[in-house]
């Protein structure tokens, strides 16, 4: 596979947790310079002098062609290609405070998984809002079954990056290809997006159903399910279906259900074994996307009239404090049907 690397390619990349620490240095690696947000002075600073994010991607040495700073807008000026990776919640403020900088040629990339609570878009969407001078054209998203740590071990992975620009989504592909870590291109935007953000609630889900020690036929009904209500969501929102049947939809659904590495699967399992989420949360510094979307994902699909009976209980799981063993029970005692309804 070839990888060539533009040597004048000037990338910024903003957001310093373990996604956006493992693709920093996957692009650092492969021989682009590149400028690079911290949020956190005392991440900043560390990275700097020891080429190590110990906060968030502990025990991975970093390639000398990341640049850390805390001045977001001199990361993001002039700049032919800006790669935004920061939580769900935080992204309308972080682009808003980057549009000035943003060139009207710049390729923005979203590699953020989550729905915005009040609003319901996508990360592409609050995107758009903010950077108003920004081409719908130069935005493009990345999603994928990609745990942080294992592509920072440089572990075969593959992702999909969209665009409904298709030539930004082959431009950007080519930018983050390399041997171990294989790029699709795709058009169905949403489609990448609501993957990627409602597995996180599945996650969740099936870490409460591991949690509770009831075995591997019911998480194994528990993915097929919920990736049902992804495809019903989806086509309502005018996804590809191919889409949610590949990397970004069933790939990172799989993924993240089943890992031990993913976030929203601990904070599931937690609380299958009795924990309140407060308390679960408050020993975690890296964010579980599901615990946010789940909300956003509840009104939305009530809103847009679409039945997501899973989501919907971790919905009331999650912020009315419901029983897991009950929600189980709800969801195995609901009316008969098809299962192509």
């Not at 956190?40 to 600073?45: G, S």
Request: glycine share 10%; net charge neutral; with cysteine.
């Amino acid at each position: 596979m070839e990888t060539v690397v533009e040597q004048d390619l000037k990338i910024g990349v903003v957001g310093a947790g373990s996604w956006g620490t493992a693709l920093a240095n996957l692009l650092g690696c492969k021989g682009y310079p590149l400028d690079w947000w911290v949020f956190e002075q005392d991440v900043c600073r560390q990275i700097a002098k020891q080429r190590e994010n110990k906060v968030f991607l502990p025990g991975v040495t970093l390639s000398p062609n990341l640049h850390p700073s805390n001045d977001l807008q001199a990361v993001v000026s002039d700049k032919d290609l800006v790669l935004v990776v920061v939580p769900s919640h935080v992204m309308r403020e972080t682009t808003r405070q980057m549009a000035a900088a943003i060139g009207a040629d710049t390729i923005v990339v979203s590699a953020s998984k989550g729905i915005e609570n009040k609003t319901h878009l996508t990360m592409s969407g609050v995107i758009g809002e903010t950077l108003t001078g920004l081409s719908a054209d130069n935005l493009a998203v990345l999603s994928g079954p990609s745990f942080a740590r294992e592509v920072a071990r440089k572990s075969p992975t593959v992702v999909t990056v969209a665009s409904q620009n298709l030539s930004t989504a082959e431009k950007v592909q080519h930018v983050f290809a390399t041997p171990y870590f294989r790029v699709y291109s795709n058009q169905d935007m949403i489609g990448v997006e609501l993957g990627g953000a409602v597995k996180n609630v599945i996650a969740i889900a099936a870490g409460v159903i591991d949690g509770l020690g009831l075995g591997l036929n019911t998480r194994a009904a528990l993915i097929t399910r919920g990736l049902a209500e992804i495809q019903r969501l989806g086509k309502r929102l005018g996804a590809d279906q191919r889409t949610l049947a590949g990397i970004a939809g069933v790939g990172d659904l799989i993924l993240t259900c089943t890992g031990d590495l993913s976030r929203n699967h601990t904070v599931g399992k937690k609380i299958g074994e009795g924990l309140h989420l407060k308390e679960i949360l408050a020993e975690m510094r890296m964010v579980a996307e599901g615990v946010k979307t789940a909300k956003s994902v509840y009104n939305l699909s009530r809103k847009v009239d679409v039945e997501m009976p899973i989501c919907h209980e971790m919905y009331h799981i999650l912020y009315e404090d419901a029983s897991p063993q009950e929600a189980v029970y709800r969801l195995m005692t609901r009316d008969l049907k098809q299962e192509l309804e």
